[in-house]
Structure formats: structure tokens, C-alpha cells
């Protein structure tokens, strides 16, 4: 199925690993000339080379901070002067602090690192690429968020508050930019099993948890994003594909 979009380019942030990586991969294979973004230039390196080596399709490296504006300046800057403008971008943001109860988070500091890490350094780079977007007349942004905006999970309460942040966020980036030929939209990932994932001692007990009875492939949570990116999902906006096995309990 031709997804549309050999040949545009994309950013995709947390790209190291995981879920970002694994997108990264399924959008290079679609002829997607990609710019990756992490703070830690080593893996990401690493994870441009072998990409680029599995796809035959040019992939550079940019290390920086979702949270620090001058890093996502250097970013778009990089990527223009190398491909050109980007027309797509995969926000994945890193994790907030080890889960706790709820009444338990009155540490102003585990308040403000959520706020910057899942919401904040979202915004940044939505605000630096999106005008990029605007002059080309189309953009596909997709932000890898969470399940837990629609289902939260237990004593996860700063990452359901400020995903759920994020989620907002974007309905009001969709509604806004839907005249400049932009759609917004998110996947919602509920028990993936990435590296980082299957080290959790309870990964097993999770999964059999799910309706499924089995963790997500990080290639299933990329093939929604990817799809959500594409020419073929030029009229849906403003929503969040839940990616989860089923552990969503409401009708919508």
C-alpha cells in the first residue's frame, strides 16, 4: 500500500529507542528522509546508521533537549539546511518520575519535571516545526502519548495529568490548523513491549491483564503513527488511536 510520502521529510523525536526508533524505522522504509532527535548522541547515532543502513534511505542524527527552545531551534535549522522543510513530526517524549500515589506527589520539583518532560518539550517543537507546515500548506503532526488519558492507570497520576495536558493540546492545535492543510493527531500506547518495557518485573502480569492476553509490538504502536502521518489519513484530525490490546474500558 503506497502510504504517499516517499519523499518527505520528518522528524521524529526520542528516537533512540522504543517507540520513537521503531517509527523512525517504518517511516525511512516508506522513503521518508528523517531527522532523529534525543539528548544522547551515541545511541542515536548508532540508531540513524542502522536505520539508514536497513532502508538505503538517508537518516541524520541531531542530539538535543525537547525542553531547551535554543536545542530545537538548532534542530529545524539542521533539518532544513540538509532536506529541507519538515512536512511530518512524531512527538515522543520521555517519561515522568517513577509512579506514586496520588496524594503523594506534593514535591513541587517531581511537578515541574512531568510538566517540562511530557508536555512542555512537546510544545516547543510542535512551535518551532509547525510554521514550517504552514507555509508548505501540509503537515501531519502525531504525538506517541499515552492510554492513560483515556484509561489512567494505577499510581501514574503526573503522567495521566500532563498527557492528558498534551492531549488537549493538540485537539486545539488540530482545530486551529486544520486551514493550513496540518492534521494533529496522537496514538494512545497502552502496555508496548519495548527493551525498557520487559525489564519491569510485573510486564508479564501486565499483559495478562490486556482483552489481547499480550504485550504490544513497538512495530504496531509505529504502524498506527505512521499511518496517522500519511497522505491516506488526510481527513482525520484531532483524535487519539488507542494502541492498547483492548485494556481501554470506554466506548470511545
Not at 519523499?7 to 517509527?23: F, H, N, P, Q
Not at 545511541?43 to 525542553?67: F, H, R, Y
Not at 515522543?92 to 519535571?113: A, C, H, I
Not at 514550517?132 to 483515556?150: D, H, L, P, Q, T
Request: hydrophobic share 40%; charged share 20%.
Amino acid at each position: 500500500m503506497d502510504l504517499g510520502i516517499a519523499g518527505r521529510v520528518a522528524i521524529v523525536t526520542g528516537a533512540s529507542g522504543g517507540l520513537g526508533k521503531a517509527t523512525a524505522r517504518m517511516l525511512s522504509a516508506e522513503g521518508v528522509r528523517l531527522a532523529l532527535f534525543a539528548r544522547t548522541l551515541r545511541p542515536l547515532q548508532k540508531a540513524a546508521e542502522e536505520i539508514q543502513s536497513q532502508t538505503g534511505n538517508e537518516v541524520i542524527a541531531v542530539a538535543g533537549d525537547m525542553c531547551q527552545v535554543q536545542d530545537v531551534e538548532r534542530l529545524v535549522e539542521k533539518v532544513k539546511i540538509t532536506f529541507g522543510s519538515p512536512g511530518i513530526l512524531i512527538i515522543v517524549t520521555g517519561r515522568p518520575p517513577r509512579p506514586r500515589k496520588v496524594l503523594e506527589e506534593n514535591e513541587r520539583t517531581r511537578w515541574n519535571d512531568a510538566y517540562d518532560t511530557c508536555l512542555m518539550g512537546a510544545v516547543n517543537v510542535i512551535s518551532a516545526v509547525a510554521p514550517c507546515m504552514i507555509e508548505k500548506r501540509w503537515g501531519r503532526i502525531v504525538s506517541i502519548n499515552s492510554a492513560s488519558v483515556k484509561q489512567p492507570m494505577h499510581q501514574h497520576g503526573l503522567s495521566t495529568i500532563f498527557r492528558a495536558g498534551l492531549a488537549g493540546y493538540l485537539k486545539h492545535l488540530a482545530n486551529e490548523n486544520a486551514c493550513h492543510g496540518i492534521t494533529v493527531n496522537a496514538v494512545g500506547p497502552g502496555s508496548i513491549g519495548t527493551d525498557t518495557f520487559l525489564t519491569r518485573p510485573d510486564a508479564a502480569d501486565r499483559a495478562k491483564l490486556l482483552p489481547l492476553g499480550r504485550l504490544g509490538k513497538p512495530e504496531e504502536c509505529a504502524a498506527a503513527a505512521v499511518f496517522l502521518a500519511s497522505d491516506l489519513a488526510g481527513y482525520i484530525t484531532g483524535t487519539t488511536l488507542q494502541v492498547d490490546g483492548g485494556m481501554t474500558l470506554s466506548l470511545v
